[in-house]
Structure formats: C-alpha cells, structure tokens
C-alpha cells in the first residue's frame, strides 16, 4: 500500500497495490503493521457500507464528537464517489480546510480519516456504495455534522448535490 499524506493534518490517502497475473489481481487493504508505522489508529472497532441509489446524492459532514470520536477507513466498492475530509478541530493547523478524492471500484483508492475531521460524500454514478471501517462503535447520542454547504469551508462538489436527506440539509455550520 501506498500511503500519502494530504493537506490536513493526519488524513492520508492509501493506495493498494495489487498483484497481478492472468487470474486478475491480489490487494493488501489493511494491515495493523503499516497503519501503525504510518501513526495511524489501526483498532477495528466496527465496519459499515452505504448504498446510494442515484447519482449526486450527498451525505455528510458527519462525525462522532468525544468521547466517542472516530478514526474511519473508507472505500469505494461500487460506483464512483466524490470523498472529502474537512478539518473542523479548532486547534489544528488545517483547521477549516478540506480535501476531496475520487473513490471508485475501480482505482481501488481508501482515505484514512481521524477523529475531529468531518466526512462526507457525493455520489458521482448510480449504484454507489461506500464500505466504511471505525475505530469506535457508533454512538446515536454523540453522532454530529456540519453543513456541506458551510461558507467557511468553501468545499468545492464537483457537481451540484441533487439528493440530500432532510437530516444533512438542517446540520449546522462551524460558525
């Protein structure tokens, strides 16, 4: 695996390396070995997948507040998504900034996020579905977000959201 360090302090983005030969490819997703070598919280605690039936459907920016704050794995398994990581603890030195990747089955690609940044998504294609591993256990009372649209983010959707739950659209802003 590679693993590549973005502009926010402790999100990375890890890029399998498959082997390949005619019966098609063999990955390394996990290993508590690299992920601890690299910093990074390798406790499993719990693994969840999201489905996305339409195209443009956005979730997020969500988070667990503390005690209950969580370090999240994510992948595309099916589909194409637009990722992004945005740094909402007051006390880094990326605070207020963000990041976006294009997760897709197809580049394989994962983004490590730790706990005190936001995650949040938008499907790119019909069909889409996330797979996410957490280092915590969810926790109803400690689950928060921010809005995607918060100006003082300025987080850049490749296209316009089309599908947002009623829940996403009254989160509130950093402000």
Not at 74 to 81: A, D, E, S
Request: proline share 6%; net charge neutral; with cysteine.
């Amino acid at each position: 695996m590679k693993f590549m360090p973005t502009e926010i302090a402790g999100v990375w983005l890890i890029v399998p390396e498959p082997v390949e030969d005619e019966r098609g490819s063999f990955a390394r997703l996990f290993c508590r070995r690299e992920f601890e070598s690299h910093g990074l919280n390798a406790e499993l605690a719990q693994c969840s997948a999201s489905f996305s039936k339409r195209k443009g459907t956005l979730r997020g920016l969500h988070y667990q507040s503390e005690p209950h704050g969580e370090d999240k794995l994510v992948r595309c398994t099916r589909g194409v998504l637009y990722d992004v990581a945005a740094d909402i603890r007051p006390n880094s030195e990326s605070y207020r900034r963000w990041c976006g990747f294009e997760l897709s089955a197809d580049n394989r690609t994962m983004l490590y996020i730790p706990r005190g940044v936001a995650h949040g998504f938008l499907t790119l294609s019909d069909e889409t579905e996330i797979f996410y591993q957490m280092s915590q256990f969810y926790h109803p009372e400690s689950a928060r977000g921010v809005r995607w649209d918060d100006l003082s983010l300025a987080i850049r959707w490749p296209v316009p959201p089309a599908i947002i739950s009623d829940r996403d659209r009254k989160l509130p802003s950093l402000q």
